[in-house]
T-cell receptor, first 115, second 114 residues
Framework: KAGVTQTPRYLIKTRGQQVTLSCSPI?????VSWYQQTPGQGLQFLFE???????NKGNFPGRFSGRQFSNSRSEMNVSTLELGDSALYLC??????????????FGNGTRLTVT | AQSVAQPEDQVNVAEGNPLTVKCTYSVSGNPYLFWYVQYPNRGLQFLLKYITGDNLVKGSYGFEAEFNKSQTSFHLKKPSALVSDSALYFCAVRSTSGTYKYIFGTGTRLKVLA
């Protein structure tokens, strides 16, 4: 079974631009979460989607948004990029509720550099 | 509010010695607890989880963790460390009630010395 796939692996953008990151979950997984990882801050929760609905949201500004499609694939968008947005963005999928407590399965991340 | 603390930024241990990576948590209700490992330029890999039952949980690669409710801790352990265990380790918690949100600690870098 294929793992969680994130594209692209690397991105370099300029301040003020916007960016879209993509995540394809493991087949059958209906929950997709996004995390921002920076040195010293660990993993900061961005949002979680289940069956195309946002169930949870972290404490990030409105410039960070996401969505989930009917095939469970998810995209994350960051508008008006700032230097501080440079980070590794991780996507994780899981089965979702009703099927036990399944762990999160992570992709290898998208490394975003804002210059 | 849920929170996870990993008090040590880095743990150094000699190869063959036992290792412990500490984690304490705060959550309303009962916790679901997890350990993940991250190798360079990779995502996190699941090691083990505590849902309910036996306080000692066994996971991948010879790792185990002990759940202590009174101390709200979930320390990761391994009887004999390998150089290949050197990586970044994350503890995570999720409440059994309400939110489906996972909260991660800031990570502990484990360095196993040959």
């Amino acid at each position: 079974k294929a793992g969680v796939t994130q594209t692209p692996r690397y991105l370099i953008k300029t301040r003020g631009q916007q960016v879209t990151l993509s995540c394809s979950p493991i087949s059958g997984h209906r929950s997709v979460s996004w995390y921002q990882q920076t040195p010293g801050q660990g993993l900061q929760f961005l949002f979680e989607y289940f069956s195309e609905t946002q169930r949870n949201k972290g404490n990030f500004p409105g410039r960070f948004s996401g969505r989930q499609f009917s095939n469970s694939r998810s995209e994350m968008n960051v508008s008006t990029l700032e230097l501080g947005d440079s980070a590794l963005y991780l996507c994780a999928s899981s089965l979702g509720e009703g099927q036990g407590i399944s762990p999160l399965h992570f992709g290898n991340g998208t490394r975003l550099t804002v210059t | 509010a849920q929170s996870v603390a990993q008090p040590e930024d880095q743990v150094n241990v000699a190869e063959g010695n036992p290792l412990t990576v500490k984690c304490t948590y705060s959550v309303s209700g009962n916790p679901y607890l997890f350990w993940y490992v991250q190798y360079p330029n990779r995502g996190l890999q699941f090691l083990l989880k505590y849902i309910t039952g036996d306080n000692l949980v066994k996971g991948s690669y010879g790792f185990e963790a002990e759940f202590n409710k009174s101390q709200t801790s979930f320390h990761l352990k391994k009887p004999s460390a390998l150089v290949s265990d050197s990586a970044l380790y994350f503890c995570a918690v999720r409440s059994t009630s309400g939110t489906y949100k996972y909260i991660f600690g800031t990570g502990t870098r484990l360095k196993v010395l040959a």
